[in-house]
């Protein structure tokens, strides 16, 4: 099987499925991806037959969230080492470079799931000092803007994507899930679509200059205010997935994360699952894209 390259947000990736080629077939969301640039690759990741040792395993992080767990480390040797699992079964192992460059993955149980989350998490960490961020978030845009909708699971940001497809006319969904965010050369900061959309299959690759970052919280009533300084800081960081424990990431995040905070206006909305609110929320928006 040959080498694959991917493009996500600009940055190329690729990918060597070894003798798992067969894998793609599950893997259909990369398509829209797919690149001929083989220069400048951010990462590799290498699928290798052979279980991949553990022996001498330190452990750092548990991660949990509906049944998926990602148990992070690093062996004796320095390698980060990241386990993921689906359903209490370990569905695959991936062992990285220290610079995040390189990576081998032994898979187990449910080999898609496994391959997925890989690519996932090399990306946010082999990114994170490039002025991009990899977010939990659901993102339409309008009238050639991204909104991206921010909150913790359960807190209504599919739902509210939804009510601005179904009440403002122009809105497409971008991406249901992660989304990601680049600061660019000029400062500009843009949202694109991704491999990765959490349950709702909508993986475009098309990108958006982001027209506001709105933070959702439920209420009994609907009421938008504009946060600034260390409240927006506080409103980004916890939608941005990253090793925060890894002192060189941590610095290239929380630079990423305060230009943000900067240059896009960020909302917290109050709301209804109703269109009032959706309606609110654009109104407000929309008639303020500058800091």
Request: one cysteine or more.
């Amino acid at each position: 099987m040959k080498e694959l390259f991917y493009k996500v947000a600009e940055h190329v990736f690729s990918l060597d499925m070894g003798t798992r080629g067969n894998l793609l077939c599950d893997l259909r969301q990369y398509e829209p991806f797919v690149t001929d640039a083989t220069e400048d690759v951010v990462f590799s990741l290498e699928i290798v037959d052979m279980p991949i040792s553990t022996e001498g395993f330190t452990d750092e992080m548990h991660q949990e969230e509906e049944g998926q767990n990602i148990i992070a480390g690093h062996l004796p040797t320095g390698e980060p080492y990241f386990e993921f699992l689906l359903g209490g079964k370990r569905s695959a192992v991936l062992i990285c470079s220290q610079d995040y460059q390189r990576a081998r993955l032994s898979l187990e149980e449910y080999p898609q799931f496994g391959v997925n989350n890989a690519i996932m998490v090399m990306y946010a960490l082999a990114t994170s000092n490039k002025r991009t961020a990899l977010f939990h978030s659901s993102v339409v845009s309008y009238q050639g803007r991204g909104y991206m909708f921010l909150g913790h699971s359960g807190t209504g940001k599919s739902t509210h994507s939804s009510l601005w497809l179904k009440y403002i006319k122009g809105t497409e969904l971008v991406n249901d899930d992660n989304p990601v965010v680049r600061i660019l050369e000029d400062g500009e900061v843009r949202v694109y679509g991704s491999p990765w959309s959490g349950k709702t299959p909508c993986y475009r690759n098309v990108s958006y200059p982001v027209g506001a970052i709105v933070k959702l919280s439920q209420a009994p009533y609907n009421e938008i205010q504009r946060l600034k300084g260390i409240k927006a800081y506080a409103a980004v960081v916890p939608s941005i997935s990253g090793k925060r424990w890894d002192r060189q990431l941590a610095e290239g995040l929380h630079e990423t994360e305060n230009l943000i905070a900067q240059y896009v206006p960020v909302w917290h909305l109050d709301c209804l699952p109703d269109e009032a609110a959706a309606q609110l929320c654009n109104k407000t928006c929309t008639a303020t894209t500058l800091p």
